[in-house]
């Protein structure tokens, strides 16, 4: 306990320090039909101590990126190029797409930890919760099974649950209790990093809030980072401190969630925010994205977005935009200033031609 607490105040004292650098990240698919390139080319950095969330229209590549990051990609998926660069506190980087075997395992949980899509339904229908607990503990780090279990009662108490849950089974829990115990596995270690994939979906709106808050608090309470992988733009508002919009395999804009909300930078974020239905004030009539998703088969020429963009210009379909700084206001020092690919910014000369 004493060393998980040593581990806890490095963790706060180096929070906005580097801990993930995505460096031209390929993920592609083998199929019947070709290739499919689901994540071609991203390219993105992560700070201790964050919450970043990773939005986008379903199928843009979100939850492959995050399999990926974790090394869980089978096939027909394969990792195609790229790096991933992870730093541990006071060590070297670790190009985490070349650890493999026992490395990797024991890498796994202590320093990156995973909250899966679907996760009520992740657990063993035929053990009860304290011993899915211990087989996590025990297969991730070097404690005995008797000190596994006697840290569950706490473990379930940091997600506001009580001590005899450890002694259920799932099929006694309802979904937001699954959702808090697979919470608490995925903390067992106190990770470095936590990737939490759709964490509230099919659960009622006071358990989203619930969940939401618990994130939050991990971050506050460990120095944890946690990456939100969700298309529900809410979820991003309530928790995220910085925002990163994936559209066909890239991400095309990363900002303050703040900025991504009040003055979305890329066409593609505009018509996600112009989207989202607002609850008081004056009615206006939703916007929406003309035209339909494109085949990661047959990714379009140039910006990817082009043939749906209201304000797509020539060169928009013969080159693809650089990822650049954008500047957000008066003075924005460059490292919080948004980035964004897009040739709006890059040949701001030619927007007026947009059509």
């Given at each position: 306990?004493a060393k998980?607490?040593?581990k ?5 004292t ?6 993930l ?10 199929t ?8 071609d080319g991203?390219n ?7 919450i970043?969330?990773?939005a ?8 492959t990126?995050t399999?990926a990051l ?13 790096r ?14 070349e650890?493999?075997?026992p490395?990797?395992?024991?890498f796994?949980?202590?320093?990156l930890a995973?909250?899966p899509q679907?996760?009520m339904?992740?657990?063993?229908p035929v053990l009860?919760?304290k ?5 996590v503990m025990?297969?991730?780090s070097e404690?005995?099974?008797r000190d596994?279990l ?7 108490k ?10 259920m ?9 699954k959702q808090r115990v697979?919470?608490?596995m995925?903390?067992?270690l106190?990770p470095d ?5 759709e964490?509230?979906?099919a659960?009622?709106v ?6 939401i ?12 980072t946690v990456?939100i992988?969700t298309h ?22 990363v900002g303050d969630v ?7 930078k890329h066409?593609?974020?505009r018509?996600?925010?112009?989207s989202i ?7 206006i009539?939703?916007g929406?994205?003309g035209?339909?998703?494109?085949s990661?088969r ?5 910006c990817?977005?082009?043939p749906?963009?209201?304000?797509a210009m020539p060169i ?5 935009p ?14 919080l200033?948004?980035l ?6 890059s ?7 947009s059509r």
């Amino acid at each position: 306990m004493a060393k998980n607490a040593l581990k806890t105040v490095e963790k706060k004292t180096a929070v906005g320090s580097p801990l993930l650098d995505i460096e031209d990240l390929k993920v592609y698919y083998n199929t019947i039909s070709g290739v499919a390139q689901a994540v071609d080319g991203v390219n993105l950095q992560i700070k201790r101590g964050e919450i970043l969330g990773i939005a986008g229209e379903s199928g843009c590549g979100k939850s492959t990126l995050t399999t990926a990051l974790l090394r869980l990609t089978k096939p027909p998926a394969y990792v195609a190029a790229g790096r991933i660069l992870f730093y541990p506190l006071n060590q070297q980087p670790i190009n985490l797409l070349e650890v493999d075997g026992p490395d990797l395992r024991a890498f796994r949980w202590r320093n990156l930890a995973y909250l899966p899509q679907g996760s009520m339904s992740a657990l063993n229908p035929v053990l009860r919760v304290k011993d899915q607990f211990s087989d996590v503990m025990l297969e991730h780090s070097e404690m005995s099974k008797r000190d596994a279990l006697a840290m569950v009662p706490d473990l379930l108490k940091q997600v506001g649950l009580e001590a005899y849950v450890a002694n259920m089974y799932p099929h006694e829990l309802s979904g937001g209790m699954k959702q808090r115990v697979t919470l608490a596995m995925a903390i067992a270690l106190e990770p470095d990093l936590l990737v939490a994939d759709e964490p509230t979906t099919a659960l009622d709106v006071h358990v989203q809030r619930v969940i939401i808050q618990m994130l939050a608090g991990l971050r506050d309470k460990m120095g944890m980072t946690v990456i939100i992988v969700t298309h529900d733009m809410a979820v991003h508002a309530e928790l995220a401190d910085r925002v990163a919009v994936m559209y066909a395999g890239g991400v095309v804009e990363v900002g303050d969630v703040r900025q991504i909300f009040k003055a979305p930078k890329h066409p593609y974020t505009r018509g996600l925010i112009g989207s989202i239905p607002r609850i008081g004030g004056e009615r206006i009539r939703l916007g929406g994205i003309g035209g339909n998703t494109p085949s990661p088969r047959n990714w379009p020429t140039g910006c990817r977005f082009h043939p749906r963009c209201p304000q797509a210009m020539p060169i928009c379909s013969q080159e693809t935009p650089a990822f650049l700084p954008v500047a957000n206001e008066a003075g924005s020092k460059v490292e919080l200033q948004p980035l964004v690919a897009c040739h709006l910014y890059s040949h701001p000369e030619a927007e007026g031609t947009s059509r």
